[in-house]
């Protein structure tokens, strides 16, 4: 028997809300043989985040800007600007602020 294998096309008709913004999952959580992973593409507007939100990481996380800008800042130390083809990765406990300064279409895979 083969492995579960994941397959989409980005379409903003299949997305649905999340806690900010919306997401069109790839892999959702718990979806195959490996519960801690998912994946999809996360849009937010600075309409849908008109404030900075707080963030604690429940899983580990990497994740790449298609197009927008997001500030992330780490509680207590380093902030980031990412921009179209950023990336960045956080591992799971990490406290962060993050500020929609732009339009953002991001892809994220939690692991």
């Excluded at 300064?101 to 994220?108: A, C, G, I, L, R």
């Amino acid at each position: 028997m083969s492995a579960p294998t994941f397959h989409a096309t980005t379409d903003p008709e299949r997305a649905e809300p999340f806690a900010v913004g919306q997401v069109q999952w790839l892999r959702k959580p718990g979806d195959g043989d490996r519960l801690a992973l998912s994946g999809g593409i996360w849009t937010v507007t600075p309409e849908e985040a008109p404030d900075p939100f707080d963030l604690a990481f429940e899983e580990d996380e990497t994740l790449y800007i298609v197009e927008g800008q997001l500030r992330i800042e780490i509680i207590g130390a380093e902030t980031f600007d990412l921009t179209d083809g950023s990336m960045a990765s956080f591992n799971k406990g990490a406290k962060t602020r993050w500020t929609v300064v732009k339009p953002t279409t991001e892809f994220f895979v939690y692991s």
